[in-house]
């Protein structure tokens, strides 16, 4: 069973790297703007709020909004962030910190592998960044003090499959959990990092006056240890800090010296799963929520793992969810919370509970009102809520498919919907794309931009190469006046059936004016 978790880690690393670049053009259209109306891709990744700001970690860069999106500063293609994707952030006192990688061919294996390429840091709101390499040993760095022990350690010398999957900070410390690096932590800004020991994968507990004899080494391979495989942090305070491994969850009371660890097997009412890919503190009554994938044990199952009494026992919900974020909708003021409600973003939708998770709602279909343009993807990745200074919500919500955000006002799921979507401007109203191009129908849908200088009606139709009718997206359905028109194809034929790979062209009749032509390629 360890080698198929292996598989399957190794599954989920590349499956992360394909849906990072979802966005992809054979032509020439690019989003190297700094700034811009919309985030610089529609693969969100992570979203981080603080002091009303906005931050976006993509599929290309850093993103950035501090007037609720009406407008955003992209860092992608800068100086500072070049073309890196944002797999993690992370803001204390001041400093923002964003994670980088990219997938880079490795010539010795003859294949391609995610490729961790560091931090950036701003202290001035991300005017001006510091970069910090990966974090890795030197080749000699081959064991690791704790307490009395001295432990062998495996040196992790490359930044392939050495990538940051989550950032804490505490009072003068930065934490990185990395799939490949293990965990970490610097107290001198990044300068310099020493590998955190936890426990083995046949211990429960690990303290520095034990006398022990194991490897510290992420698992690759027949050797190491699937709880040194680093995936999520979480710290209460500066002695309180969690972290989620592919060996389960651990816990530290003294700052991240000793270690209890919690798995599906070590308990009476334990996690669902031992793959932890994220943790989040509900503040208005101090429980943990993890999202506890399953790994390598026959009774372990996707789904969300909740403790009230500091992880002795879990309870579990949404059974078969795979699980990427939390958020939290507090109920009265700061330090007086009279409730909450608990967002959950899955693979497979958007769940909401406002009583304990006895229950849970789905989101419903987000489509922005005034633009027609919608979320067309069921696997979300962030969610994050904002208290506004008049006692409304902002709930934003990252998928593969672009970035939306409810205003609520009243109810569940009640207010207004706008759905972010980037894509290049319409230079005038006989120009016509379609975004991404090429694209997967298993994926994500095709956008079909245009333009209007008045109100028609819109009929759009899809043809196969030999210009025989696949499908009629819309049909004489009217439209206003507008730059930023988006109508979808889901890749299927009138009959519902997926269409086979190979090239699309679709036409664009609006009312009596010369019709518009565009192309699209469906790949798999």
Avoid: C
């Amino acid at each position: 069973m360890k080698k198929i978790l292996l598989t399957y880690l190794i599954f989920i690393t590349t499956l992360l790297a394909q849906q990072l670049p979802i966005s992809y053009n054979l032509d020439t259209k690019g989003l190297s703007k700094i700034n811009n109306s919309n985030p610089s891709s529609n693969t969100i990744e992570r979203i981080l709020i603080q002091d009303n700001t906005i931050w976006l970690g993509t599929s290309k860069g850093l993103s950035k909004s501090s007037d609720g999106g009406d407008t955003w500063t992209n860092y992608y293609k800068t100086e500072e962030f070049e073309e890196e994707s944002v797999s993690a952030l992370a803001y204390y006192n001041g400093t923002i910190w964003a994670a980088t990688w990219h997938f880079q061919y490795d010539d010795r294996v003859k294949d391609s592998y995610p490729f961790g390429t560091g931090l950036r840091y701003s202290t001035d709101q991300g005017n001006t960044w510091q970069k910090i390499n990966q974090p890795k040993d030197n080749v000699a760095d081959s064991s690791v003090v704790y307490g009395v022990n001295n432990i062998w350690a495996q040196p992790v010398a490359t930044e392939f499959q050495n990538f940051i999957y989550d950032i804490e900070l505490t009072d003068g410390t930065i934490w990185i959990a990395s799939y490949g690096g293990g965990l970490r932590k610097s107290t001198d800004m990044g300068n310099t990092w020493q590998r955190v020991v936890l426990p083995p994968d046949n211990l429960n507990s690990i303290k520095p006056s034990d006398k022990l004899n194991f490897i510290w080494k992420p698992k690759a391979g027949n050797l190491g240890n699937y709880n040194h495989t680093a995936f999520s942090i979480l710290a209460e305070n500066d002695d309180v800090i969690w972290v989620g491994t592919a060996g389960g969850i651990n816990k530290s009371t003294d700052g991240g010296i000793g270690w209890t660890k919690f798995n599906h097997t070590n308990q009476a009412k334990p996690i669902s799963g031992n793959f932890i890919l994220a943790l989040g503190k509900n503040m208005f009554d101090n429980s943990i929520w993890a999202g506890s994938w399953k790994a390598e044990g026959q009774t372990e199952y996707w789904g969300v793992s909740r403790t009230n009494d500091g992880g002795e026992s879990w309870e579990t919900y949404l059974n078969d969810e795979r699980v990427w974020d939390f958020g939290f909708k507090y109920h009265g003021d700061f330090g007086n919370y009279t409730g909450s409600d608990i967002l959950i973003a899955t693979q497979n939708g958007l769940y909401r509970s406002s009583n304990d998770g006895k229950t849970w709602f789905a989101a419903p279909d987000i489509i922005d009102p005034n633009t027609n343009i919608s979320i067309n993807t069921k696997h979300f990745r962030a969610v994050e809520v904002n208290k506004l200074i008049d006692n409304r919500y902002d709930i934003w919500i990252g998928s593969l498919n672009g970035l939306a955000k409810l205003t609520e006002t009243t109810g569940f799921w009640q207010g207004d919907w706008k759905v972010f979507l980037a894509s290049d401007a319409i230079e005038s109203v006989s120009d016509t794309y379609a975004f991404p191009n090429p694209f997967n129908p298993d994926k994500n849908v095709a956008s079909i931009k245009f333009a209007l200088d008045k109100s028609a009606n819109i009929t759009i139709r899809i043809f196969d190469y030999g210009m025989n009718l696949v499908r009629t997206i819309i049909q004489n359905a009217s439209r206003g006046m507008s730059q930023d028109h988006v109508e979808t194809w889901n890749g299927k034929d009138e009959s519902g059936k997926v269409v086979p790979i190979g090239v699309y062209f679709y036409r664009i009749d609006a009312g009596s004016d010369k019709p518009l032509f565009g192309k699209i390629m469906v790949i798999m």
